[in-house]
């Protein structure tokens, strides 16, 4: 049977004329182009890393964006604050992030909106966004355009405080697929910087013990060894803490120290044959 719409009951051809398909697409001998969304990323970032310690969260991600295996654009800065409570950390394509960065700017001005409305009645001022509420957001976001069959093509960390003021750090991803642990990475991240980060922050109780100077000692180390394993890192990178005192940000760290001594022993480096 013939499902095809111009066999549908209508009037005759040889009375009424011919049918209009030119609505139709090209394949069925239509004039209208199908439609196509982004099959792959384009321009991208690679790992974010966040690590949560006794009183905030330590996030950290290189300025780099990779055109393919170009390092083209060096000032990308990735971690988006959004209030004094809550920061995103975006990995994966930059074009997504900015449509994402734009979208969650509407929601900042729409919550700020409300929030003055509310100013002076009984209750007083209404609180900002947690951390927690922000990722319940966004992961509703990535998994309507994941339903859509039209992905953003990120990984994403939110990082901050939740509406108890306690430390909060979870990740979604491009299929709506959201996540919660004491440390977090993506990209290369998840298999380079998580056993370290994992050997200081094994379980819930060492996180509640660790304090901010070693979650940021630890994230600094992991983002050197990124920058020597991961060839879409760089040495610049932007590193933020959210805490009680708010967000501090800070977008043009550079590594310290670095050493290339281990290479020798790598397999394959140089003219070693063993």
Not at 5 to 32: C, E, K, M, T, V
Not at 162 to 189: I, M
Not at 246 to 259: A, F, H, I, P, R
Request: with cysteine; net charge negative.
């Amino acid at each position: 049977m013939n499902h095809l719409p111009q066999a549908w009951g209508r009037p005759r051809d040889d009375i009424y004329g011919h049918y209009n398909s030119s609505f139709l697409p090209q394949f069925y001998a239509g004039s209208q182009q199908p439609i196509t969304h982004t099959q792959q990323p384009i321009v991208t970032g690679t790992s974010v890393l966040a690590v949560r310690y006794s009183t905030g969260v330590v996030i950290a991600a290189d300025n780099l964006a990779s055109y393919g295996s170009l390092a083209r654009f060096t000032d990308v800065h990735r971690l988006k604050p959004f209030n004094s409570r809550a920061v995103v950390g975006f990995g994966g394509d930059v074009s997504d992030m900015q449509y994402l960065d734009r979208l969650l700017g509407s929601l900042d001005v729409e919550e700020n909106y409300n929030a003055g409305n509310d100013e002076g009645k009984e209750g007083g001022e209404k609180p900002l966004m947690s951390a927690r509420n922000l990722h319940t957001y966004l992961s509703k976001v990535m998994y309507k355009r994941r339903s859509d069959f039209n992905p953003l093509w990120n990984a994403l960390l939110v990082c901050g405080l939740d509406d108890e003021g306690a430390p909060f750090l979870a990740s979604a991803d491009l299929l709506g697929t959201t996540f919660s642990a004491p440390t977090l990475a993506t990209g290369f991240g998840a298999h380079l910087a998580q056993p370290i980060l994992r050997t200081v922050v094994p379980d819930e109780e060492a996180s509640k013990q660790l304090s901010k100077e070693k979650a940021v000692e630890a994230v600094k180390e992991c983002m050197k060894v990124l920058f020597y394993r991961d060839a879409r890192s760089m040495n610049e990178y932007s590193i933020c803490v959210v805490d009680q005192a708010g967000v501090e940000l800070k977008e043009d760290g550079k590594l310290e120290n670095q050493s290339w001594a281990f290479a020798d022993r790598i397999k394959g480096y140089g003219t070693q044959t063993v």
